[in-house]
């Protein structure tokens, strides 16, 4: 499980800092010590079940824009 979080973090920070490809954020995030990267990782993936959370108020609708915007920074 903590490296598929490990991997699920990278990516969308990947995502969100385009200017910098996957395998140079990979990089840095493994330069850190191990409570830094369980820290980061662990925010990220907060981060990401708050904003599932906050769009399942939108319903449907909310949820697809949720999802769509997912796909697009892990993409």
Request: charged share 10%.
């Amino acid at each position: 499980i903590g490296s598929l979080c490990r991997n699920i973090a990278v990516a969308l920070i990947a995502g969100v800092c385009r200017w910098r490809s996957f395998e140079d954020v990979n990089e840095a995030f493994r330069a850190r010590p191990p409570s830094a990267q369980t820290m980061i990782a662990a925010g990220v993936i907060a981060g990401l079940f708050g904003a599932s959370l906050l769009a399942g108020y939108f319903g449907w609708v909310g949820l697809l824009v949720f999802w769509l915007t997912v796909i697009i920074l892990v993409n």
